[in-house]
């Protein structure tokens, strides 16, 4: 009943940057948690940076002051500005929502977008 389209990953060189967007579309009557998770080839899916609808915030220790991750006024985009990306951000990031439909409560996924940091 939603989708989430991700955009923005690319190629990038050690210390460039990236911003990646993600828009949900579909049936929901708000989206209380939207947020970005990695997986890096033969490792685990990792929490990269969360933001809840009223603004605050969770990061990964390794992307603190490196990512952040912000909400567009109407609030069902959300992105992740990438700034002194190192070989290992190099990973799959996947967007997430939490969203609400009545007294419904559901998680989905975006398809992923590559993301290579790489000299």
């Known amino acids: 009943q939603v989708q989430l389209v991700e955009s923005g990953g690319g190629l990038v060189q050690p210390g460039g940057s990236l911003r990646l967007s993600c828009a949900a579309s579909?049936?929901?009557?708000?989206?209380?948690?939207m947020g970005w998770y990695r997986q890096a080839e033969g490792k685990q899916r990792e929490l990269v940076a969360v933001?809840?609808?009223?603004?605050?915030?969770n990061y990964a220790d390794s992307v603190k002051g490196r990512f952040t991750i912000s909400r567009a006024n109407a609030k069902n985009t959300v992105y992740l500005q990438m700034n002194s990306l190192k070989h290992e951000d190099t990973a799959v990031y996947y967007c997430?929502?939490?969203?609400?439909?009545?007294?419904?409560?559901?998680?989905?996924w975006g398809q992923g977008t590559q993301v290579a940091v790489s000299s």
């Open positions: 933001i809840r609808s009223g603004g605050n915030t």
């Open positions: 579909g049936r929901f009557d708000s989206i209380n948690v």
């Open positions: 997430n929502a939490n969203t609400r439909l009545g007294f419904g409560v559901r998680d989905y």
